[in-house]
Each structure stands twice: as structure tokens, then as C-alpha cells.
């Protein structure tokens, strides 16, 4: 058998593009000392600052439907006219019935829509994001919707319960020559390595520890970023701004400088300090804060990953059509600086962690 | 609320959706058969902007049956940029920050859930007006 040389880089047929993009983050904040306060009497290298917190009220549906309805505000087109609505999460509300439903619904985007849940730790949202890509650049739809959102959860005490927050973005794709930021290309990078996960019937997740950091974070991470730079013939300079997934300040701290990013490269898209790890939303609200302020000709570079594990990487090219979407919805500092400080007690009641019978 | 009557509510609960008059052209909420204003039949789908002002309010301390959860909360008389006037739940805000003529702006909640295994009920809330500094920065 002939060896057949494919690309690796997934493009689709015709060019595809950001028309629309929008920010959640929810107002409570929960400070990581408040956490070391309760379970280990120590602040001395905390992971963040502080991690955004669900209210009582909120859920990965309802915080989606404010993403998408703020990217629906930039994008400025018909809901009738999305084919696809995908949400990516780890804390969908129900085991058994879509969010995407919900998020059509309130959008005024049913009937005549693909919808759908997407699964795959904190990259389910870049999954949905590619795949919105593909719908769009094969002609089959004009527009599709993708979603990353999670208010996750840490078994209390747990190293995770420092970081595991809530937020995410929402993304519309459609015809490049309507949108504000090109997708150049992206590529995906996956292996089952067992670094983080949660049984069907558990509450709260499980991980492998130290396993978490070289073989899955940073092998995905590295692998998925360096493939796409060498098929694009790019390098980290070409690059105004990059966005990984940001599980803790080090980890994506660490993985730009061993791939040659600069520490302003990825300032703007860094907020797991003040807003803690929104998982599937991660490095989408990383995007979306940097879709914020960036210029017409930057480029960006967005490297997710997911647990169990694997990394999409994509670049995307600004437009000039950024400037006047920007301000037709509330930008992601915007949520961030809705700030209210809660303590830990406040907190096990928000997230549920009382068991009440 | 029973599942049927969720259903068939959800337009009107998740997105403000209410009408306009052809007539009288007034913006009429929650959508009914005949024009409250002019008492003609003919309306048109329109969707509200979400804006409005709080009119008046009072906190629910003793909730009815699915909103245990959530109480203490404000619930609030709306007036909307539109006119028409609404009953709705404050959120984002505690109940001692709410005040009359405070400008809010609607978003989409979890309202109620039927116990851990029953549906999660959506529903239209508002919370104080979103501060954009980052617009001006
Ligand atoms: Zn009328």
C-alpha cells in the first residue's frame, strides 16, 4: 500500500470566520485563601487569585444563553439563520436532555437547528468550536453557534476546589468575509492518558495527580501548538497574542515559554488569576478577552486542553469588522469586574455542597 | 408549574417575547387575544428589549414550593423601556441593595426545580444594569 501524505491541519472548503463572539462570567468570587482558610491553614502558593462562582440561580445553560446572546448582539444576523447550536461542558444541568435545546430556544434560533451537548473534559468547547467551523465551511449551514461553559466543581478540599470555576463564551461562525477574525486553520492532537476524570454516577472528579502536568497538559499543549506553527511555516513571533487553557497560573505560564511565546503574548488572554479555571470555557474566554482589544492583522494563537486528554489548537487571523462588532455587547472585563466577594460557607451553599436530607 | 404548562410558556419565560399592537402600535406584555390598550385583536410578535426601571419591590422570605433554594430574593414590579409593566424576580442583587428606579435589564435564570430528579424551570429575571467601563477604557 502507497502511502498517502494528508495534511494534518483541518481546513474546510470554503473560508470560515468569528461573525459574532460573547462573554459570561458569573459575579461571586471566591478567593483561594478563603479555600487554604477552611482546609489547610496555609495561603503560601496559592494556584490563583480568586475563581468566579455561580449564583444560585445560574447553571451552564443559563450562562450560555447570556454568551450567545451577546454574540448574536455582535454578529447582528437573524437567530433563523443558525443551523447549529453545540455546547461544550463538563456540568451540563441534566444528564439526559440537551442544553443546546435551552439555548435555542431562548434565543429564537429553534426549530429549523442542529442542536447538541458536546463532552470532552475542558476542551468540549473547542471541539464544538471546530466543528461549527466544518458545518460552516462545508456549505451546509450559513451559521453555526458553538459554546464552551462549565461552573465546575472540586470535591471539597481538593486541590481542584481552589481553581474549578464557572464562565466560558460562545462563538457564531460563518462566511470569512463576514467576520471579524479568520480562522486560518486548527488541528487536533489526542491520546488516552487517564490524567482527570469522573465515573458516570459521581459528584466530583478524580485525577491522577502529578500525572496531570508533563505527559497531559503540557505534552498536548506543546505537540498540538508546535504541529500547527510547522504546517502554517509560522513562528510564536508571528503571533500578536496566544491563549491556552489555563488550568493555574504556572501551567500555561510555563507551556508558552517552552513553546517561545513572550509573557506580553500572553498577557491579555490570562485570566484564571481573577476568574479561576472555567474548564470547558477556559481558553475561549481567554479568546474572548482577547478579541476584546485586539487589532485588525493581529494574529492569535488558541491551544485548549482536555483531560483523558488532548489539545485543539487554532489561528485566527483579526479583521477589520472587530471594530464595530466590539462594542455592540458587554466585553469580558466587563464581567470581570462585577466582582463579589464571597466566604467559603456563602459558597458550599451556592455550589450545593450541604447536603440538606 | 406542570411540565405541559412549562412547555408551553417557555417563548414568553426565556426571551421577554410579547407583541406589538397594529392598531395603537403599544408594546404589550405578557402577549394576550385583544390589545389591552385599544381593544383590538390584531398583534404582531414582538421581542422587548430587556430594559427597563424597578417601579416597586418586596423580598420573598417565605417562598412557595420549588424556589425554597433561592430565598431570601427581591421580587420586583418592572417598568419597561417599552411600557409595559412586569413582575419578575430581582437577581445579582441583595434584597437590602434594591431601589426604586434602580435601572435593570433582563436575563434568563433558573426560576424553579421540581426536587433533584423533576425539570429545571427558565425563566426571564433582571438584575442591576450591567456597568460597561471597559468600553470607555
Ligand atoms: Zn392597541
Known sequence: ?357 | MSVARTWRTRKQRYGLMGERCDYCHNAIFPPRDVCPHCAEPAQREFALSGRGAVYSYTTVFDPPTGFEAYAPYPVALIKLEEGPMVTAQLTDVAPDQVRIGMPVEMVTRKLSEQGDEGVIVYSYKFRPQLQRPALTA
Not at chain 1, 91 to 98: D, F, G, I, L, M
Not at chain 1, 305 to 333: N, W, Y
Open chain 1, 1 to 357: 500500500m502507497t502511502e498517502v501524505k494528508d495534511s494534518v491541519l483541518l481546513r474546510p472548503n470554503r473560508p470560515v470566520g468569528v461573525v459574532g463572539y460573547g462573554a459570561y462570567v458569573p459575579m461571586y468570587r471566591l478567593p483561594a485563601r478563603e479555600v487554604a482558610r477552611v482546609w489547610s491553614g496555609r495561603d503560601a502558593e496559592l494556584p490563583i487569585e480568586e475563581k468566579a462562582v455561580a449564583g444560585l440561580d445560574e447553571d451552564t445553560a443559563s450562562m450560555a444563553i447570556e454568551a450567545a446572546r451577546n454574540a448574536l448582539a455582535r454578529g447582528q444576523i437573524d437567530p433563523r439563520r443558525i443551523r447549529a447550536v453545540w455546547v461544550g461542558s463538563e456540568s451540563h444541568p441534566y444528564a439526559v436532555k440537551p442544553t443546546s435545546t435551552i439555548v435555542a430556544e431562548a434565543l429564537g434560533i429553534t426549530p429549523l437547528t442542529q442542536a447538541a451537548d458536546w463532552e470532552f473534559a475542558c476542551k468540549a468547547g473547542t471541539e464544538a468550536m471546530q466543528a461549527a467551523i466544518a458545518f460552516v465551511g462545508s456549505g451546509m449551514a450559513p451559521y453555526a453557534l458553538s459554546i464552551g461553559m462549565d461552573t465546575a466543581q472540586g470535591r471539597p478540599g481538593d486541590a481542584l476546589e481552589y481553581t474549578a470555576a464557572a464562565g466560558g463564551a460562545a462563538y457564531l461562525l460563518g462566511p470569512a468575509e463576514e467576520s471579524l477574525a479568520v480562522m486560518e486553520a486548527s488541528l487536533s492532537y489526542v491520546t488516552d492518558t487517564p490524567d482527570f476524570w469522573r465515573r458516570a454516577h459521581a459528584h466530583y472528579p478524580s485525577h491522577g495527580q502529578r500525572f496531570t502536568g508533563e505527559p497531559a497538559y503540557f505534552h498536548h499543549v506543546t505537540n498540538a501548538a508546535q504541529l500547527m506553527l510547522a504546517e502554517l511555516g509560522r513562528k510564536p513571533g508571528d503571533y500578536r497574542y496566544a491563549v491556552l487553557h489555563q488550568p493555574n497560573l504556572k501551567f500555561p505560564q510555563r507551556a508558552a515559554k517552552l513553546l517561545g511565546f513572550k509573557a506580553e503574548q500572553i498577557q491579555a488572554g490570562l485570566l484564571v488569576g481573577r476568574i479561576g479555571n472555567t474548564y470547558a470555557g477556559s481558553s475561549l474566554v481567554g479568546l474572548s478577552a482577547v478579541l476584546d482589544e485586539a487589532r485588525p492583522g493581529d494574529r492569535v494563537l488558541v491551544v485548549s486542553f482536555g483531560s483523558g486528554a488532548g489539545s485543539d489548537a487554532f489561528s485566527l487571523e483579526i479583521t477589520e469588522r472587530i471594530e464595530a462588532a466590539r462594542p455592540r455587547a458587554p466585553q469580558t472585563q466587563d464581567y470581570i469586574a462585577r466582582r463579589v466577594e464571597i466566604d467559603y460557607a456563602t459558597y458550599a451553599r451556592m455550589r450545593g455542597k450541604l447536603l440538606m436530607k
